[in-house]
């Protein structure tokens, strides 16, 4: 549309600057035509048809004869007066004098097939460049309002046909992540805006069954496994209380029961996980209470636990999301801070706008920034940029940022001077 408006512009007073100055010549022509009819030429001279007198000569008309001016406007700027002696003396001729904006054209008069004298006669420029001037900017003027409007126009246009594409490319993806049960179900495939439905309400329906197909699988998985883990860890306690072992033999059995400690809760938090998915409603709990028992959940291992304290901004904060639910998100990461933890951890519960905040701090080495992301993908380990720790599945952390997500909420890791430092924001009730 700008190509096109200034295309159209630039060909309009192309046009119109031909138009006005062919204009300006057809009257300066008639000019000197009206001027060499009230001529009489008898031999070699040239006599006026009437007397002449200060109204007999046109005020833009100089008459020559032999090259000499018979007769010539009062008060003719001396630039227009030389220049109009010069065309005489090559008549028929035309030029224009810049500096009085005056076009001036000669017509020679002849006298028994030669010439005896000529007219000059003159027309000021000034009023056709000034209708060119303004007729510039008016057109330039109204291309720019032509554009603004088209281009406001198309934009409305555009976003009110895109609408619906956004709403429901907003609904699919919040659906995706919340309520798999939701369709648009607008019927079979009509238009553009109903065959789009469809293909999305059919991407939903897998991603449903896969989705709900992984849940089961975790869940029959980590049910299936508790058992095994049980019964080792019985005998593994048996051994401890009854056997005769050597030191290094109940070091061994102390290993595997924190071994099948970690485990066993890893495998709460998949059943944590697959139980909050398959389900979406969810009630609400006391945050502090939560935090704390999220705290006495991993002291049962049989690693040594650094100090663990709980400070709670303010009593009575609620969070929209069941207690076992918030004590499986918080346990792997308060195990993680335990871990890494030289000698405490700091557990902070404070509400933030419409969530509530728990920030986890420990006094280890903490995490590398280019770590702050990479240590929740399942496998990844957390540690500093030059050492990793070996202990631990790498599993926790990305179990955890999933049950949070699952219950609107996030997990993710922050750089501090202080050591690792980790965020769980969940939706306040």
Same mark, same amino acid.
């Given at each position: 549309?700008?190509?096109? *408006? ?7 007073? %192309?046009?119109?600057? +031909? ?20 001529? +009489? ?10 007397? /002449? ?8 008309? &100089? ?40 076009? *001036?054209?000669?017509? /020679? ?9 000529? !007219?000059?006669?003159?027309? $000021? ?18 291309? %720019? ?29 919040? &659906?995706?992540?919340? +309520? ?47 058992? /095994? ?40 938090? *998949? ?14 709990? +006391? ?12 002291? $049962? ?47 902070? !519960? ?5 969530? !509530? ?37 790498? %599993?926790? *952390? ?32």
């Amino acid at each position: 549309m700008a190509v096109l *408006l200034t295309a159209l512009t630039v060909a309009f007073n %192309l046009v119109l600057s +031909d138009r006005l100055y062919a204009e300006a010549t057809s009257a300066v022509q008639a000019r000197a035509s009206a001027g060499l009819a009230g001529l +009489d030429v008898t031999g070699n001279r040239i006599q006026l048809s009437d007397a /002449p007198d200060e109204r007999s000569i046109d005020p833009q008309v &100089w008459i020559f004869q032999a090259g000499a001016p018979l007769e010539q406007p009062r008060g003719a700027p001396p630039a227009n007066t030389s220049v109009a002696a010069a065309l005489a003396r090559v008549a028929p001729a035309r030029r224009d004098v810049g500096a009085t904006h005056t076009r *001036l054209y000669a017509v /020679p008069v002849a006298q028994a097939g030669r010439s005896v004298g000529a !007219v000059v006669a003159g027309v $000021s420029l000034r009023p056709y460049q000034q209708t060119q001037r303004t007729a510039l900017v008016a057109s330039i003027v109204l291309a %720019l309002a032509v554009f603004l409007a088209v281009a406001f126009s198309a934009r409305w246009l555009i976003s009110k046909a895109l609408t619906p594409v956004a709403r429901m490319t907003r609904q699919a993806a919040e &659906w995706s992540e919340r +309520d798999l049960d939701r369709r648009f179900a607008l019927g079979g495939p009509r238009d553009e805006l109903t065959q789009l439905a469809a293909t999305l309400d059919k991407l939903l329906d897998r991603l449903a069954s896969s989705l709900r197909h992984e849940q089961r699988l975790s869940a029959e998985l980590s049910h299936e496994l508790r058992t /095994p883990l049980a019964s080792i860890a019985a005998d593994a306690q048996f051994a401890l209380r009854h056997t005769d072992v050597s030191e290094q033999g109940r070091a061994s059995l102390e290993n595997i029961l924190a071994s099948t400690g970690r485990m066993a809760r890893t495998l709460d938090t *998949l059943i944590a996980a697959a139980r909050a998915q398959l389900d979406p409603h969810r009630g609400s709990s +006391d945050a502090a209470g939560c935090a704390g028992a999220a705290i006495d959940a991993g002291r $049962s291992s049989a690693i040594e636990d650094p100090h663990t304290s709980l400070h709670v901004a303010s009593p009575g904060i609620r969070v929209a999301v069941e207690q076992d639910l918030v004590e499986r998100i918080l346990a792997p990461i308060i195990e993680n801070a335990r871990r890494h933890a030289v000698t405490s951890v700091e557990l902070s !519960v404070a509400r933030a706008g419409a969530d !509530v905040s728990f920030t986890i701090v420990d006094d280890g080495a903490g995490v590398a920034s280019d770590c702050l992301e990479t240590i929740f993908e399942p496998g990844r380990r957390a540690g500093t940029a030059a050492t990793a720790v070996a202990t631990g599945a790498g %599993l926790g *952390l990305a179990l955890a940022r999933r049950l949070a997500r699952s219950a609107a909420g996030d997990v993710y890791a922050t750089a501090s001077d202080r050591g690792g430092c980790f965020t769980v924001r969940l939706p306040a009730a």
